[in-house]
């Protein structure tokens, strides 16, 4: 017969066991409808008129140019400043994604952040739009290590939202930025710097035209 402090103590592994498997959500982590909610609204710019209007038709040039790179295995420099260019007027999220130190690698904390996404991406509202996944950088480092870096990063984002969701490739395009465009410019070190931008590049129904 099993003694109470046997079990006891076997109950207690086999919880600690179960919490080392399943990694927290971080407390600067979106979740699935916050990403959602952010990817779905338009932006807003002011007219002279101080009238806020909403910046949300492509040209029938950005359409071309965005169905082309769907079918591009690596941007070359001229698209990936024109895709920035297109991002700027698009809803776009910035989401914290941790990786191992100088890797490519996501690590287990990363993992809640990854399947929210893969959540709010596949979700009604959002399935079947293109996506660019922006990689970015600190600016520690030499650019061209940051810039590969920021590329492999990026890759891997799209991988894991490929595999775990079954996303097509199509409708994610992976884009590295390096340390060209840091959020805290103030601080060019700052953890903030290090992230992926998502931004919704189009619906379904333009791309596809």
Known sequence: MVSRKHFSKKFALAFLALGALAAPALAGDLSEQQIIDKLKTPKLTRSLSGHATEVSSLSANDVAFINRIRKTRSLSVADREQVASIA???????????????????????????HSLGKALTSGELTGAVFMLGGHTDAKGPDGYNQNLSERRAETVKKFLMETYKIPAENLVSAGYGETDLKNKADPNAAENRRVQVVNMAKNESASK
Do not use: G, H, M, W
């Not at 700027?88 to 990854?114: C, G, H, M, W």
């Open 88 to 114: 700027k007027t698009r809803p776009a999220v910035d989401l914290e994604i941790n990786f191992d130190y100088n890797s490519a690698s996501v690590s287990p904390q990363a993992e809640p952040q990854l």
